[in-house]
C-alpha cells in the first residue's frame, strides 16, 4: 500500500516537473493522461481493498464462529471422554457384582445340593418308618373311634361326691369317711386323709398343692405327699374354688364360708347365714357362689352381692329350686345346675333358664369349652351340652352321679354311690 501512495504521489509531481522545466505539452499531456489512468487504477484499487477488507471482515467473523463451534466441539468431546470413563467405571464395577454374585450362586448351588441330599434321606427314613407304622398297624387289633362312658374300678363301695385332677394321670376323689383316691392314669389307691369326716369337695393347683372340704368344716391339704388338717368346726363344707396362684381360695357350705389367703383361713362375713353349695371363678375378682332357694351371689374383688337367678317363686315368695353346683368357661358363660334338672346360664349381663330335658335332681356340672359341658345328677342322669342343646348321655348305671371333672372333652371323670367311677373316653 505505501508503494502504490507513491506511485500516486509521483504522477502527481511529475506535471508539475515538467511545467517548471519546460516539458513539451505533448509529453505533458501523456504524462497526465498517464497520471489519470494512475488514478482511476488508484481508485479501482482502493474499491478493491475496501471489498477485500470487507470479504476479510467476514471471513474474519467466519473464523470466529467457527473457533466457537470448536470450541463447543471440545467441550463435548471432553464431556464424552467424561461419561465414557463414567460408563467404564460402571462397567468395570458391574462386572465386579457380577462376578461376586456368581460366586454366591455358586455356594447357595452347592449348600441346596446338601439340603436335597438331606432331605432324600430323610424322605427315605419316613418312608421306613411308615412301612414300620403300617406293619404295625396291620398287626394291631382293631380300635373303635367312638367315646363311651366306662366304669372304673375304685376299690370302695362308700360314696363318692367330689373329683378334681391336675392332669389326666393325676386325679382325686373324694367322699364318705374321709375317702380319698388317687388315679395315677392306670389304677385308682386310695390315700390316708387322717379324718373320718364325709368329704365333699376337692380342688388344686397342682398334684402337689390339692385342697378337700367336708363335715365338720373340714379342710385338708396335700402337699404331694401327705394330707394335713387346715381347719375343723360343726358346719358341713361343700364347695371349694381358688385361683391358679394357691393365693385365693374360696370355701363354701353351711352357714360358713371362708377365704384362704395363702396363709390363713378368714371368714366372709356377708354369706355367713346362707346354706351354700358350690362355687368357682374366672378370677380372683370374679367368682360365684350357688346354693339352696335359688341362692346366686358373685364377688367382684371388693364386695360380694346377691344376683338375681330369674327362676319362678313358690307362694311364700322363695325360689322354688336349690342350686347346687356351678362353673364356666368366661366370666360371661357361666352355667349352674340344681333341682328338678334346672340349669342356669350366665351371659355376663343375665342368669337364663335353659331346657335341659330332664326334672332329675343335678349335683355337678364343669365343661372343657362353651360347647362341651358336662352335668351329673340323680339316677345315673349325664346330660351333655353342645353349645345350642342339652341331650342326655348314656351312662351304663342308675346310681346318683355327684362330681365331673375333666382334662379335656374326650377325658372326663364322674364319681357317685357306691364308689362309682366312670370314665369318659376311648
Request: negative net charge.
Amino acid at each position: 500500500m505505501v508503494k502504490k501512495w507513491f506511485m500516486v504521489g509521483v504522477m502527481v509531481l511529475v506535471p508539475l516537473l515538467v511545467v517548471s522545466c519546460g516539458v513539451p505539452q505533448e509529453e505533458y499531456d501523456a504524462v497526465l493522461a498517464e497520471r489519470d489512468a494512475a488514478e482511476a487504477q488508484a481508485a479501482s484499487l482502493q474499491s478493491d481493498l475496501a471489498e477485500v477488507e470487507s470479504a476479510l471482515a467476514i471471513v474474519q467473523s467466519d473464523l470466529t464462529a467457527v473457533e466457537n463451534d470448536l470450541a463447543v466441539v471440545k467441550n463435548d468431546l471432553a464431556s464424552a471422554e467424561s461419561a465414557k470413563a463414567a460408563t467404564e467405571s460402571a462397567k468395570a464395577a458391574t462386572e465386579s457384582a457380577k462376578v461376586a454374585i456368581e460366586a454366591q450362586i455358586a455356594e447357595l448351588e452347592s449348600e441346596k445340593a446338601e439340603l436335597e441330599a438331606q432331605i432324600a434321606e430323610l424322605e427315605a427314613q419316613i418312608a421306613e418308618l411308615e412301612a414300620q407304622i403300617a406293619e404295625m398297624e396291620a398287626a394291631a387289633p382293631a380300635v373303635s373311634d367312638d367315646i363311651t362312658w366306662s366304669p372304673m374300678s375304685s376299690g370302695t363301695t362308700l360314696a363318692l361326691y367330689g373329683v378334681w385332677g391336675s392332669s389326666t394321670s393325676s386325679v382325686f376323689a373324694v367322699g364318705r369317711k374321709g375317702t380319698i383316691l388317687h388315679y395315677d392314669g392306670s389304677n385308682w389307691t386310695p390315700m390316708a386323709s387322717d379324718t373320718t369326716e364325709g368329704l365333699r369337695g376337692v380342688w388344686g393347683t397342682s398334684s402337689s398343692n390339692v385342697f378337700t372340704v367336708g363335715d365338720e368344716s373340714t379342710i385338708l391339704n396335700y402337699d404331694g405327699s401327705t394330707w394335713s388338717s387346715m381347719t375343723r368346726g360343726i358346719v358341713a363344707l361343700r364347695g371349694i374354688w381358688g385361683t391358679s396362684s394357691g393365693s385365693d381360695v374360696f370355701a363354701v357350705g353351711m352357714f360358713l364360708s371362708t377365704h384362704y389367703d395363702g396363709t390363713t383361713w378368714s371368714e366372709i362375713g356377708k354369706l355367713s347365714w346362707e346354706d351354700l353349695s358350690g362355687v368357682w371363678g374366672s378370677s380372683a375378682s370374679d367368682v360365684f357362689v350357688v346354693g339352696w332357694d335359688g341362692t346366686i351371689w358373685h364377688y367382684d374383688g371388693a364386695a360380694w352381692n346377691r344376683m338375681s337367678s330369674s327362676m319362678p317363686t313358690s307362694f311364700a315368695g322363695r325360689f322354688e329350686q336349690d342350686l347346687s353346683s356351678v362353673w364356666g368357661s368366661s366370666s360371661s358363660d357361666v352355667f349352674a345346675v340344681g333341682s328338678a334338672g334346672t340349669i342356669l346360664h350366665y351371659d355376663g349381663s343375665t342368669w337364663s333358664l335353659m331346657n335341659s330335658g330332664t326334672t332329675r335332681e343335678l349335683w355337678g356340672v364343669w365343661g372343657s369349652s362353651s360347647s362341651d359341658v358336662f352335668a351329673v345328677g340323680y339316677g345315673g342322669t349325664i346330660l351333655h351340652y353342645d353349645g345350642s342343646t342339652w341331650s342326655l348321655m348314656s351312662s351304663g348305671t342308675t346310681v346318683t352321679l355327684y362330681g365331673v371333672w375333666g382334662s379335656s372333652s374326650s377325658d372326663v371323670f364322674v364319681v357317685g354311690l357306691k364308689g362309682t367311677i366312670l370314665h369318659y373316653g376311648r
